[in-house]
């Protein structure tokens, strides 16, 4: 009881707090949204829109972009943009490790964007255990059984990283989707504690994408515990693989933005504040973020 009180009194103190700011006094003049994510592939994917903001004295309206003009260089040497069939923008080059690049657009009626990031190096997945293991859930008085999957790799001793990792499932039929994983029996990835469930916070992740750093691991061999339950997925796969990226920090933190919001029931009511959008476009919105990544084999025995 003194527990569904101490939240009680927590919610009504929340409720009760005002934020003091004029949202006509923000600014609210047009943006250009960029999304960018380099690696050492051969082909990068950019995305560049307008975002109008939200007034009373009009409705939003998506209109197209005119006179955008798009640049992107690899260590500041310009790369052809080209567009396939929906006039969506791609550049096609070889890129590696280490190098710089930088994005800048421009439209009329917006604001010039910027942005740079780096193509980190990859981590090797140096080996993968699948088995079984089950967690008992004494609140629901059921049992659970996962399918974990175990990834181990090598920090970087002498750097600052950040990771992401996946779980990729073949449907069959060239179908693939990234599946949903459990995160409880993993501390890089389970951050939560029995209050914070209790005020609504949750592990979802944004496109199944789940970003650590490591600050826990810093230079050593780490096996990571990734739980999967099949019954989740859309049909019995064929086969799985773990995809091990290393990321940059803006990559990073516009994951880790995304996902805290949406996984906070208080923000989504309207009970604190909700925590911006992470990003490193100057002058405007989204990110550009570079990554690396290695695969396991795949694995059809599970």
Known sequence: MKHYLYILIVLCALVSCKDNFDIEKMNNQPKLVLYCFPSAQDTTWISVSGATPVTKKGKVKATALANLVVSYQVNGEEQKIEKDSLNNLFVVCHQKVGDKIDITASAEGYPSINASTVIPEIVAIDKVNVTSVTEYDDVQDYTYHFTQFQATFKDDASTTDYYGVRLMADEGNGRYEWAPLHTNDEPLLYHLSDLDDSFGFSEDVYQNFYAFKDTQINGKSYTLHLDLNLSECYDTPKAFK????????????????ISNTNNSDLQKYGLSQVTP?????????????????SESNWITEY
């Open 277 to 293: 959008t992470y990003s490193n476009i100057s002058k405007g919105i989204g990110v550009c973020g570079g990554y690396a990544l």
């Open 242 to 257: 773990v995809v091990l990226y290393r990321i940059t920090p803006e990559y990073y933190h516009f994951f880790t933005s």
